[in-house]
């Protein structure tokens, strides 16, 4: 789906809309934001050529137009999902995925995508989707909104479940960051997830040498709207390598918020169905 559609989405469902920029000031459909981390990144080595990508988002087929972007973007793209796009790989995962980038004069790329999602639907619900021909709604992120529910019935399984141990992890780096009494909501959680994705992304990677690995890193969340348009809330985007300074070299593609819907609206009737 292009941007001109998307934005087109944006403007045939305001209840969407304004949803969409009061809880995520600065989105962009998907497309436009694929588009602007690569021009940005060419212009420090990142070619398709010569990068691998790596994705860390939930396991819903929900989340599959970013990861197919990803692919058409980096090309070949290391699976690093877990339940809510939480990072999971550790170290042996990791060290996999690195042997598998390419080498070009000593130097091994990579872009790391690593981001929770949530559906907004055309009335402005949050976490809810509708599908053609299917009257229910369906939810997302599902593994997210487990918690927000168990949060506010006041009930939370602390136990390592071997059985359920993506989930498990979720819950116990959520409930390591609130405070007892806390009450969220699922846009305050995915907020949280994101953060707590970060960090772990930055922890992990930190282990690597930065003379031979030079990496990007995009942060964000992932929204699905009406007629499966998708949108990224970019929250932080990056670069790391000996070559580019000792901290991470923080790329202003995003400065503004510039969506640029007003520019690119094509007709509602070009949406398609
Ligand atoms: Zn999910």
Known sequence: MTANTASAIAAQFPEFDKALQHYFPGALPLSKYMGRTAKALAKYGFEDENTMGMIAICRDEQTDPLYEAMVRYWGKTFNCCSLAGFVTMGKTGLASATAHTPIEDGLRRFVFCAMPHIAISRNGEVGLMYRDGVEAPSHACGALETIVEELAAGHLNLETDMQDIEQTIVRQKILSQLRYGDRVNLVDLTQLASKIIATDVRNLLSRLDTTIFHYAVMHGIQIHGPF????????????????????????????????????????PDEIAG
């Open 228 to 267: 499966e348009s998708q949108w990224v809330y970019p929250v932080d985007f990056f670069i790391v390598g000996e070559q580019f300074g000792e901290q991470p070299y923080r790329l202003d593609t995003f400065a503004g918020g510039d969506r640029d819907a007003a520019a690119s609206l094509s007709k």
